[in-house]
């Protein structure tokens, strides 16, 4: 009988290398950026739980730049029950009379809804006095210096020397009711109870511009 030849035997597998520092440093890196992810993940749901369920831990722990992106729970938790409107005095020197101011003409983007930089500045920021301050002088500059221009119409019959802004509270009406989306009604026609001064420029600032105006 023939004999069968031995098949040559298999190469030897190359043996693995050994794992060298880099890749050690490499791999513990991973570890520790999936653990940190992780973690943030946590943070971060748990910051909206507790913004959910009424919790004021996330505003007191994190910081305001991180804040911000969890604040997306409890937006709109309850249907409204007011349109809010915001409106603007000034103290005009001649009789010393608080009248109604048109602020249209100084934030001529989005002027005439409630999109306009007005509404926005006193939308976010009218428990703010310094943001407030700085408003006040500025409407105060814009209102007299239309005056100087020849302008009169909207400048309240004269120079001012201060202002008064107030939050303006209308009811909704009932659902299923139309409505008028955004409608602009003189001061005069607001019932008292239904505005808020939130702010108003001291006396001695007032009588102050007004004799630089005279």
């Not at 190469?11 to 653990?35: E, F, I, K, N, S």
């Not at 703010?128 to 302008?151: T, Y």
Request: charged fraction near 25%; hydrophobic fraction near 40%.
């Amino acid at each position: 009988m023939a004999k069968t030849r031995a098949a040559p035997a298999a190469p030897a597998a190359p043996a693995a290398p050994a794992a060298t520092d880099g890749g050690r440093r490499r791999g513990l890196l991973a570890d520790v950026g999936r653990w940190l992810a992780r973690a943030l993940g946590a943070v971060y749901l748990a910051s909206i739980l507790l913004t959910a369920v009424g919790s004021s831990l996330p505003e007191r722990l994190l910081p305001r730049t991180a804040l911000y992106f969890t604040q997306v729970a409890r937006l709109f938790p309850y249907a409204s029950l007011f349109s809010i409107d915001h409106r603007a005095e000034g103290f005009r020197c001649s009789d010393r009379q608080w009248v109604e101011i048109d602020t249209r003409p100084y934030f001529p983007i989005n002027a005439d809804d409630k999109e306009n930089r007005f509404y926005r500045a006193m939308h976010f920021f009218r428990q703010n006095r310094p943001v407030l301050q700085e408003l006040d002088g500025f409407l105060v500059a814009r209102h007299n210096a239309r005056l100087s221009a020849g302008i009169t119409e909207g400048t309240a019959g004269g120079r001012i020397g201060g202002v008064r802004l107030s939050t303006v509270r209308f009811s909704l009406p009932e659902p299923g009711q139309r409505f008028a989306r955004h409608e602009r009604r003189p001061l005069d026609a607001v019932p008292e109870e239904l505005r808020k001064v939130r702010y108003y420029t001291p006396q001695r600032k007032r009588s102050a511009r007004c004799k630089e105006a005279m």
